[in-house]
């Protein structure tokens, strides 16, 4: 005898294809069925998920993680992005990781794809308008030394540091993978900012990312939705 229990929160609707799908070990399923437990904005790192689906005094193995990762995208329920993802500064990221049915994930995958490489020519964009600036710079400082070498002017004020920006979309990878997944972003100290906190507590509020509008960077989170639901 089945006996199911009856939940009406902490729980988490899962379509029995997940749990019945024969392509799939169960190993994997039960992997799957844990990452669709997770917060759409939780960002998937393989050291993490090795730790999360370990047995307690038996950690598992890369080899055998890798193996159902690769199972769960030859069956279309994960996607990983074909390149990492590019920081700002130019340096390299994370891959992201996008864990759903089939059918939703190729959608989001084709979004981040395309997400991805307007970031990637923006960001390239970017650094050669910076080497551009460097190398103007590195002239005018130039001159201005000619110019001190004969007490006619003071040496130039160094050039501040750039701060970082956000890719052209305006979100961080993080904001993009939440933004791909549905969430919906509150500026901190808004309305719903605040609502949000009022309902899960100072606590269990989720991490603080930063989004640029109109040139200007605002901080905030993401949620499920923009209010939390009532009742």
């Not at 990452?35 to 998920?49: E, F, G």
């Not at 890798?66 to 074909?82: D, F, I, V």
Request: glycine share 6%; with cysteine; net charge positive.
């Amino acid at each position: 005898m089945i006996i199911r229990p009856v939940c009406r929160r902490n729980f988490v609707a899962l379509p029995n294809v997940v749990l019945t799908d024969e392509r799939l070990s169960i190993e994997t399923r039960g992997m799957i069925a844990y990452l669709l437990s997770r917060p759409a904005n939780w960002q998937i790192k393989t050291v993490w998920l090795a730790h999360a689906l370990s047995k307690k005094g038996q950690a598992l193995g890369r080899t055998k993680l890798t193996r159902m990762l690769r199972e769960a995208k030859t069956a279309g329920y994960l996607a990983r992005s074909a390149e990492q993802e590019r920081k700002p500064n130019g340096d390299f990221g994370s891959y992201i990781y996008i864990i759903g049915l089939p059918e939703e994930v190729q959608l989001a995958s084709a979004r981040l794809a395309h997400s991805l490489d307007a970031t990637s020519q923006a960001t390239t964009s970017q650094n050669e308008h910076r080497i551009d600036k460097k190398r103007t710079s590195k002239k005018q400082n130039s001159k201005s030394m000619d110019l001190t070498r004969y007490g006619s002017h003071p040496l130039p004020l160094p050039i501040a540091a750039e701060p970082p920006q956000a890719a052209d979309d305006g979100y961080t990878a993080f904001g993009r993978t939440a933004f791909l997944n549905g969430m919906q972003f509150a500026f901190e100290d808004s309305e719903p900012f605040n609502a949000w906190r009022k309902v899960r507590g100072a606590d269990g509020m989720p991490v603080i990312d930063v989004v640029v509008v109109q040139g200007r960077r605002r901080r905030g989170s993401w949620f499920p939705s923009l209010f939390p639901r009532k009742g």
